[in-house]
């Protein structure tokens, strides 16, 4: 079924829950995480850290702005989840905001170079053959 129709057969069906939703949802997971993908790939990320207790999920946005997009899209999401995973009634998403406050710190280019070469070892020979210093 279309996430289209599955929304609005969701619409008219009353506010209700599978008794057996969390089962259903665990089942077919990685189903919707990779049609979440497909589809919406910005929300992918929160979705991975879901917590599911019955028929709520609990998600958690990186960022105020994220937050919102995946509460407006939550009737979408949440009928797209429902027929993927073939749960009949209502489903609820609960979307909390987890924001990194730490203050960014100013990169080195010394630390910008060790990374660089952790990643890549022979940027070492070239940093010799092109007599580059970092002072």
Sequence with gaps: MAPI???AQAETTPETSDPEAEEKIKKFFGKFLAALQA????????FMQMQ??????????????????????RGELTAMLAAI????????LEVDIVENDAPA??????DRLNYLTEQNPLLTNFRKE???EIE
């Design 85 to 92: 995973a073939g749960v009949s009634g209502a489903i609820e």
């Design 5 to 7: 129709a599955a929304a």
């Design 52 to 73: 599911i207790e019955g028929n709520r999920l609990r998600i958690a946005a990186a960022s105020q702005e994220l937050h919102d997009e995946i509460v407006r899209a």
């Design 105 to 110: 710190r100013p990169i080195k280019v010394e």
């Design 130 to 132: 092109l007599d580059f």
């Design 39 to 46: 589809e919406r790939p910005r929300f992918a990320q929160a």
